[in-house]
């Protein structure tokens, strides 16, 4: 959609705007430039075949990617009606009358019939770039809805691969948990043994149990949370909330992104984010705008012209008719408003500047949302370390203190910490591998990374039948219908 709109225009010709970004991010270290980010199909990096189906089902049935392509295909009628403004019109008309003259001083008058056939036609001259100001504003408008289209796709397969790994997260968590339970259980009835042969309190009983059930407790929760990430999910895909609850009930690793990743520099997300670039393409839409609401401060001209052709009988409108024409042009010239012409430049004026600060908002809430990725990826790498050798050590202190317990030389409330300190770093474990992964799609979304492939946004999600010319349903039996419906 690059083809130059030719004629004269007035109002201002678009240019798009250079802003200043920083040369690298502030918070990658590194000694060289970075390579440009890999966002073709990122996820496919995360290695989990049903992740990468989930993304496919989204992109052909989620129903905001539905409603962006649904915007498109008005856009496109919407350019195709302004271009089409830029044309002459053809108008045909015909009539068929019978009439009758008044009486005469004989009294008697005439029947006769009259048939007419004609053409109307018109066309504006857009001297000063009306039509074409607002064609050119259309094809902005379209360029708009098909970054929306790619921004939408973005936020979908986003929210996919976090409500994935969230799911996946909270089935760690429930088998840690009844993993961890049924040891505590364990304790409990050795405790309990204990108990019975005096070498053990009944308090230290009642704390073992407790523990138990306090662990225990933690796993309702945490199967409604994997619930909602699947309802989740299954509503992103367009399908029922339940549909994918199969699919998912087997638990799988937590998918764990590979290393290194190039974020490329900053000035890259001025092509790679769709949201960015749809900002951009609404600024070029309404400095169009201005120029359509400039020229309709000038006078315009449109030639006009008709022909018609009257006869007495319906063969007579072909020949042995009487033929009329007329042509000529119209000029109008605004005079006098009351100030609304200039206003409403003021208007398209101040719009135009909105969008342009739109536009640079949007260029640092991009920057903004990278920055915030990297450290926050950086920092929950280092932390899953750290956690890691905490599980590792408190696993080697439980194993060590149940032993030390069995054979009487630990108290019961020295394993009982071991054993809860253990659940605790390894749950803070798995909550942090999820956050690693999670920050990683964050950090490709910041990007820019979405779906790379050719989206057919031409077919209508309702289609129309018998829009021929039919008899029209009565309002009752519509009503009717739909409440039976």
Request: hydrophobic share 40%.
């Amino acid at each position: 959609m690059s083809t130059a709109l030719a004629g004269c225009a007035v109002g201002p010709d678009y240019r798009q705007p250079s802003l200043a970004v920083p040369a690298t991010w502030g918070n990658a270290k590194q000694a060289k430039p970075s390579r440009p980010p890999e966002l073709a199909e990122w996820w496919r990096r995360l290695n989990d075949p049903l992740l990468n189906a989930l993304i496919r089902d989204a992109v052909a049935g989620n129903l905001d990617v539905a409603t962006t392509k649904a915007k498109i295909r008005e856009a496109r009628a919407s350019y195709r009606e302004a271009v089409g403004a830029l044309q002459p019109s053809l108008d045909g008309s015909g009539s068929a009358t019978r009439n009758k003259t008044a009486a005469s001083q004989t009294g008697v008058g005439s029947t006769y019939n009259q048939f007419q056939a004609g053409f109307d036609a018109s066309w504006e001259l857009d001297l000063f770039g009306a039509n074409h100001r607002a064609a050119e504003a259309a094809r902005y408008g379209v360029d708009a809805a098909e970054q929306d289209l790619r921004s939408t796709l973005l936020t979908a397969i986003g929210d996919v691969a976090s409500n994935y790994v969230q799911a996946r997260g909270y089935q760690a968590r429930i088998a840690l948990a009844r993993r961890t339970a049924a040891s505590q259980r364990e304790t409990e009835a050795l405790t309990r043994t204990k108990f019975e042969i005096g070498a053990s309190s009944a308090v230290d009983a009642a704390n073992a149990a407790g523990q138990a059930a306090s662990t225990e407790a933690d796993i309702p929760t945490l199967e409604t949370s994997f619930a909602e990430a699947v309802h989740r999910l299954s509503v992103l895909t367009g399908r029922p909330p339940a549909a994918l609850a199969e699919r998912l009930r087997k638990s799988v690793p937590i998918p764990r992104p590979k290393w290194p990743m190039p974020v490329g520099v900053p000035a890259d997300i001025l092509l790679s984010r769709p949201d960015v670039r749809l900002a951009e393409r609404q600024y070029a839409q309404y400095t169009a705008k201005i120029g359509e609401a400039e020229a309709a401060r000038y006078p315009s001209v449109s030639l006009t012209g008709s022909i018609a052709t009257t006869g007495l009988k319906l063969g007579d409108v072909g020949k042995s008719s009487s033929i009329s024409w007329s042509f000529g042009p119209t000029l109008t010239v605004p005079i006098f408003n009351g100030g609304q012409l200039q206003a409403a430049v003021d208007v398209a004026r101040a719009q135009r500047d909105q969008y342009f600060i739109a536009y640079r908002s949007a260029v640092l809430s991009a920057l903004e949302d990278v920055e915030n990725a990297i450290v926050a990826l950086a920092q929950e790498r280092i932390r899953v370390g750290k956690l890691d050798v905490s599980a590792q050590n408190y696993r080697k202190a439980a194993s060590l203190g149940r032993s030390l317990y069995q054979s009487g030389s630990q108290s019961f409330l020295d394993l009982l910490e071991a054993e809860r300190s253990l659940y605790s770093a390894e749950d803070s474990l798995i909550q942090s591998q999820v956050a690693i992964a999670t920050d990683y799609i964050a950090l490709n979304k910041a990007l820019g990374g979405g779906w790379s492939g050719a989206i057919d946004a031409s077919k209508p999600e309702v289609i129309d039948v018998n829009t021929g010319p039919h008899q029209a349903p009565s309002i009752a039996s519509s009503t009717q219908a739909a409440i039976e419906n």
